[in-house]
């Protein structure tokens, strides 16, 4: 019996040894897939970061001073409360096995917006290493793709800077946001108000902002408040903006017929949808030739669903091709617009929706950060400065 007893507990041993190396061929096996997927993840982080191209000289975006919203019984531009989108995601169909030796079929990859390698807060965060709001800055802030302004009038450099701009974004293979802001009496003397001398001098400065575009993919955000604030300028005045800014689309069109242009429809709480449309129609926006769509809530917070019904509203009421859509600036609407009405680096704002050129929503073809987060309305700063203060609480 011992002998038998004997047999048994050596048995039992080498059970247990078999054992114990499975259990540590199995967490090796996973140690291997964890390591994977943090390179995979590592990797796809660093696609997603800026170049370190050399950084061309580019104004940075200016505070814009919204036009008074349509007298309500309700305080003056302030957003509707919020709403349910209108997108409601449609059931997924259940999957269904793909027949055997059959290659999978390519899927296009979608298009993804350039990060610019020189801004301010690309800037504020490299020299400011041991800041305690730099981690929340960095990461939900200057990692996020942005428009780039050319807010000067400077005719002789303007070509090679926005080639700067789109050239380095082709290399990447993205899509830049520009945004020609020089028309003159732009803002109405206001905080941004400057611009070229007249119109004729502006003709000649976006014949050579065009010329810098290239051939691949743009976006541009053309003149923001030149149509909805354009009530300012006297009748003639307003007619030989909107024929210039007509103009401008064609030019721009022209140059680069993969350029998609948008115009000024200001806010949801601004102009009436049809008031808005039959400005925008007298400023070339209903026409291909010269328009992609409108653009709407830059440098404002209202929230993305009133901007989302406002734009339809507006595209609606303007006609033209059926192509034509709308973008929207969510980069400080994600609390949306205070109910005092105030707009100058007002407290309480937060990030909205990231940029993304795949919204989901019918018409609406992007959310953009057309307005950089934290760069100061006026208020917090000289308009246009980096306010690592205000982007802190924008982003936290």
């Known amino acids: 019996m011992s002998g038998l007893r004997a047999q048994r507990l050596a ?83 259940s999957p269904t096995p793909s027949p055997s030796r059959k290659e999978p079929k390519s899927v296009a990859t979608p298009a993804l917006l350039y990060s610019h390698p020189d801004s301010q807060v690309l800037a504020w965060v490299a020299s400011h290493p041991g800041d305690h709001r730099r ?32 050239a380095g974004a082709a290399a990447e293979g993205r899509v830049p946001v520009v945004v020609p802001y020089a028309i003159p009496q732009r803002d109405c003397g206001g905080a941004s108000q400057g611009g070229a001398p007249d119109l004729a001098a502006y003709d000649g400065w976006i014949d050579d902002f065009a010329a810098g575009l290239g051939g691949d993919e743009v976006i541009v955000i053309l003149e923001p408040d030149s149509v909805a604030q354009a009530g300012c300028l006297p009748a003639a005045d307003r007619a030989a903006r909107f024929a210039s800014l007509a103009r401008a689309g064609r030019v721009l069109k022209a140059a680069d017929p993969r350029a998609r242009v948008y115009y000024d429809a200001g806010h949801s709480a601004w102009n009436p949808a049809a008031e808005q449309a039959a400005l925008l129609e007298r400023a070339g926006a209903a026409s291909a030739a010269s328009s992609d769509g409108v653009f709407t809530n830059v440098s404002n917070f209202h929230r993305t669903s009133d901007e989302i019904a406002y734009a339809r509203q507006v595209l609606s009421a303007l006609g033209g091709p059926a192509s034509l859509g709308a973008v929207i600036d969510t980069s400080r609407n994600g609390n949306g617009a205070p109910a005092d009405g105030e707009w100058c680096d007002p407290a309480g704002r937060k990030i909205g929706r990231a940029p993304t050129l795949n919204t989901g929503e019918a018409r609406i073809d992007a959310y953009l950060w057309v307005k950089l987060p934290g760069e100061s309305d006026g208020c917090k700063g000289t308009p246009g400065t980096f306010s690592a203060e205000y982007a802190y609480e924008l982003a936290r």
């Open 135 to 166: 981690t929340v800055i960095e990461s939900r802030i200057a990692d996020r793709p942005a428009a780039v302004w050319f807010a000067d009038f400077t005719p002789a450099t303007i070509t090679a800077r926005v080639r700067a701009v789109t």
């Open 11 to 93: 048995a039992r041993r080498a059970e247990r040894r078999r054992a114990a190396r499975r259990a540590a061929m199995v967490a090796a096996a996973s140690v291997v897939v964890a390591v994977g997927a943090v390179t995979g993840m590592m990797s796809a982080v660093d696609r997603e970061r800026p170049s370190d191209d050399a950084q061309p000289l580019v104004t940075r975006s200016p505070g814009l001073r919204p036009g008074p919203a349509v007298p309500t019984p309700s305080p003056t531009r302030t957003s509707a409360a919020p709403s349910p989108s209108s997108h409601s995601p449609s059931p997924k169909p």
